[in-house]
């Protein structure tokens, strides 16, 4: 368990860009991380931008961690917290009829633009196994225990760049986990890497690159010692 582990948390569901990081996970034998929109998902489609909860199912059949991120894209800074209390709740409800095998108690809920509320964030504790957002600090956590509920992310516009910088302060690190967060690739989503800086960074992490481990959060919390 000790050591360096990475995760990419790639966000907003586009199916065009989610079958190329799926595939390129799965040649270098990684397993990734999607954290989907609920309503997309229920309108998306193999003719949509984003990818519709069939597609999903059977990412997360491959192996890869498929998770809530909102019913919608709303801002849960800027609600009051029962607006994002029932929204929330709407999206977990969609998930756990939608998404094979799906439980709240075991899910990551990463909030849209990272950011919540100190009351939102106290009461989603208790319902979920964590959520991601923007902390603050230092972009590298401590090692998740069972007890972690708050996972801190980073992730900038220029994201091959802002992913560089982030995994110098995990490689100066004895032991941590970077968690960044992305969105699609060659032009698609907010901030896009380039299909051939993933390709060359996957296979540098297949390496093992200063013993940096890439992994999903959902394994890496599985793996936690006392983790059940
Ligand atoms: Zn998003």
């Known amino acids: 368990m000790p050591g360096r582990y990475l995760t990419l ?3 907003d569901g586009f199916r065009r860009s989610c079958e190329v990081i799926a595939a390129l996970y799965e040649r270098f034998g990684f397993r990734a991380e999607f954290n989907l929109v609920a309503t997309r998902a229920l309108s998306g489609g193999p003719s ?5 909860f069939g597609f999903w199912n059977e990412l997360q059949a491959r192996g890869h961690s498929i998770q809530p ?3 919608d894209h709303s801002n849960k800074s800027i609600l009051t917290f029962e ?3 029932d929204r929330i709740l709407r999206c977990l409800d969609v998930f756990s009829r939608s998404l094979a095998g799906f439980s709240p108690e075991r899910a990551i809920f990463a909030f849209p633009y990272n950011t919540a509320t100190p009351a939102l964030e106290a009461w989603l504790a208790g319902v979920v196994r964590a959520y991601r957002l ?6 590298v956590m401590p090692l998740p225990t069972p007890a972690t509920r708050r996972i801190h992310t980073v992730g900038i516009e220029a994201a091959a760049q802002g992913l560089e910088n982030a995994l110098g302060e995990l490689k100066a690190s004895a032991n941590g986990w970077l968690v960044y967060t992305a969105h699609g690739l060659d032009g698609e989503g907010w901030g896009p890497m380039r299909r051939e800086f993933l390709e060359e960074f996957l296979e540098r992490m297949a390496k093992g690159e200063d013993g940096v481990r890439l992994i999903s959060a959902r394994d890496l ?3 936690t010692p006392g983790a059940s």
Not at 134 to 139: H, N, R, T, V
Request: charge should be negative.
């Open 9 to 11: 948390s790639w966000d």
């Open 48 to 52: 949509a931008v984003h990818a519709d």
């Open 83 to 85: 607006e994002g209390k």
């Open 221 to 223: 919390l599985d793996q």
């Open 134 to 139: 923007s902390a603050g600090g230092p972009a």
């Open 69 to 71: 991120h909102g019913f």
